[in-house]
Every structure is written in C-alpha cells, then in structure tokens.
C-alpha cells in the first residue's frame, strides 16, 4: 500500500464557485504556469505516485457556496485517477484545507476526531502558558487538523493524522524590532500547537492504536533562527524523543543529524530578491514503532534528487509545475 502527502500549491484557485475545474489560458498562483498547464501536472504527479490515498495539504477552500469534497472528487473524475473519494474534518477559513483522496476500493475512511482534558479537539482551545509568565493562554489551530480512522480492504486499522502547522508573517510590522517580536510570538503559538498535537499523538500510542502522522510541518531542524530561541523545531515535538511514544520518518532524523554532508529536502521556493531558490525539508510522514517494524520504505518525489523523477522528463516537468512542494510517499504491507 502506498500512502502519500502533497502539498499543492493554491490547489483552490483551480476551481471556480461551482467547484468546476478552470482549465484555461488564465495565470494559476503559480509563477510561469496557467491553470491548464498547473492542473494537468498535478493529475500527471497524481497518475505516476499511484498512491492508495493522499492527504492534500492545501485543497481547495471549504465554505458556503465551495466543497472541498467536491473540488477533489471532480478532480479525480475528469482526469481519471483511482483516487476517486475524498474526506475532511474540520475546516477552516484560509483557503487551505487538509484532506484525503483516496481509493475507495482499498481503504475506508472516517473522521474520527478525539477529545480529551490534555489535548482537546483540535477545532476547539487549548490553553497553555505560551511565554512563562505563569498565565494561560488560549491556542487555536488555524488549520485544525485532520484526525482519520482508517480500514484497509484486508481489514488492518491505523489512524491517520493530516497536519498543517504554520508560523504567520509579521504582518504589520513597522521596523525590525516589530518584526522580531511578532514572530517570535507567532512561533510560539506554531509550537503549542506542535505541542497540542504531540500530546494527541501520545495519546494514541498509550492506546496502543498504529498510527500516521504526516503533512507539511512548515518547519525542520535547522531551518531559521527561532529554533536556537526556542530549542526545538515543531518537527522535533511531534516526532518525539527516542523511545516509547517516538514516531519514525528517516528524512526528519537524517535532518536532526550532523549538520555537514547534503540533507533530503521536499520544497523549493523561488527568492525574487534574491535570483535564487531555496530548498527545505517541510514535508513528512511519521508512523508508530508497529508501523516502521513493517519495513515501510519512504521516498521524496524530488525531480533533481530522485533519480527516476530526473530521468522522466514529463515527470520531473510535472513536479515543478504543479507545486513547490514534491510528495512524500510510504510504501508499507498493511
């Protein structure tokens, strides 16, 4: 079976208000690529990944008048992919959603959020001490993340968690000082929510359920300067120390290892000011010790670094028009 993570870009400004696909001539969110062009390279990274399922981080938006739901299953429809169900929990007002497409044939899914005093529902509050001032504070996600009970065709469980964390922009800083302060404040909020979330996941794993935590963490070690403020990366809180409750993915712990030698990245961003791109390890998928003992193997769909992305033009083209993200997959026998 092969459950992967993607990360489409601005995946929601394909769709019209009738959640029709526009496939036309007219500029995508993406630099140097129409909305025809971004569309057929997601179907064509789609169609080549052949996953079992995929958590789709940023799909198209969820509200009044637009369906999440119905965006993806007619996604699916017109260019013919096997993934053809889709499923989201809670949603949320950024025009980025979290959800599954996946295969209906191979698995059953079911949003299945849970809720306790530790660590609440995650559309509702948490009130944690953000700055050790000895004073709670109330912590919303901005993307609540997507909690999934999950049944393969040969009836094996696991639940599966769909995660966007994100630090907000200093908007509306005036001057440096600004800009240091409001960041630093939102980091903060970016890691109780990384906290929030690990203490669901231990959760879990005392509860002796096999478990996928995976999507765009939007943080790594190493990745800026607030980590050495804070200590730790979002990245490091999730997956947990070594031992009982950890969760594994081999991307983030060559990541957390010696700084020198080339490291696995998942997203390339084009600086304009700059003339450069940059490359980050964003993207990942973490499981549970029962699930690493299966021998999962965890690929990067990068177009320069994987050899079979580079050697398929179409392919490596695909990959660079329809986001700046590459999947994450994990093959694993359930």
Same mark, same amino acid.
């Given at each position: ?23 036309d001539d007219?500029?995508s969110?993406r #630099? ?8 057929a ?8 990944m ?12 969820q509200?009044?008048? %637009? ?5 993806? @299953?007619d996604?699916a ?10 499923? =989201?929990?809670?949603?949320?007002d950024t025009?980025q ?9 191979v698995?059953?899914t079911r ?8 660590a ?5 509050e948490?009130?944690?001490?953000l700055d050790?001032?000895? %004073? ?13 009970a ?6 094996s469980?696991?639940r599966?968690i769909g995660a ?9 800083a005036?001057?440096r000082? @600004?800009?240091m ?6 980091r #903060?909020?970016?890691?109780?929510q990384a906290?929030?979330l ?15 935590v ?9 990745l ?8 730790r ?10 031992g009982e409750n950890c969760?594994t ?7 957390l290892?010696p700084?020198?030698?080339?490291r696995?990245?998942?997203s390339?961003?084009?600086l304009r ?8 390890l964003?993207?990942? =998928? ?9 021998s ?5 769909w ?6 079979d992305c580079?050697?398929?033009e179409a392919? #490596?083209?695909?990959l660079?028009d329809?986001?700046?993200h ?9």
């Amino acid at each position: 079976m092969r459950i992967a993570t993607y990360n489409i870009e601005w995946f929601a400004n394909l769709f019209d208000e009738e959640n029709q696909l526009v496939l036309d001539d007219s500029w995508s969110s993406r #630099r140097d690529v129409t909305k025809g062009q971004q569309a057929a390279a997601v179907a064509h990274v789609l169609r080549s990944m052949d996953a079992d399922a995929i958590l789709v981080v940023e799909a198209p938006d969820q509200n009044g008048k %637009r369906s999440t739901v119905a965006a993806l @299953e007619d996604f699916a429809a017109h260019f013919e992919l096997r993934t053809s169900d889709a499923i =989201i929990g809670f949603s949320n007002d950024t025009q980025q959603e979290l959800a599954l497409l996946y295969d209906p044939h191979v698995l059953k899914t079911r949003h299945d959020p849970k809720s306790s005093l530790d660590a609440p529902r995650f559309d509702q509050e948490l009130g944690i001490d953000l700055d050790v001032d000895e %004073r709670s504070d109330t912590v919303r996600f901005s993307k609540p993340p997507l909690e999934l009970a999950v049944t393969t065709k040969f009836g094996s469980e696991f639940r599966l968690i769909g995660a966007h964390l994100k630090s907000k922009a200093p908007h509306g800083a005036r001057n440096r000082d @600004e800009v240091m302060r409001i960041s630093i404040a939102n980091r #903060r909020k970016q890691l109780a929510q990384a906290i929030w979330l690990r203490r669901r996941i231990v959760e879990l794993l005392k509860n002796g359920d096999s478990l996928m935590v995976l999507g765009d963490l939007n943080d790594g070690p190493g990745l800026d300067e607030y980590e050495g403020l804070f200590g730790r990366s979002s990245v490091e809180i999730v997956m947990g120390e070594q031992g009982e409750n950890c969760l594994t993915d081999p991307h983030a712990r060559q990541a957390l290892g010696p700084r020198l030698g080339a490291r696995p990245t998942t997203s390339r961003f084009y600086l304009r000011h700059e003339g450069r791109y940059l490359q980050a390890l964003l993207d990942y =998928i973490m499981v549970s010790h029962d699930l690493a003992a299966k021998s999962p193997k965890w690929r990067i769909w990068h177009p320069f670094d994987d050899h079979d992305c580079w050697a398929d033009e179409a392919l #490596r083209a695909a990959l660079l028009d329809a986001s700046d993200h590459f999947p994450v997959t994990l093959d694993i026998d359930l």
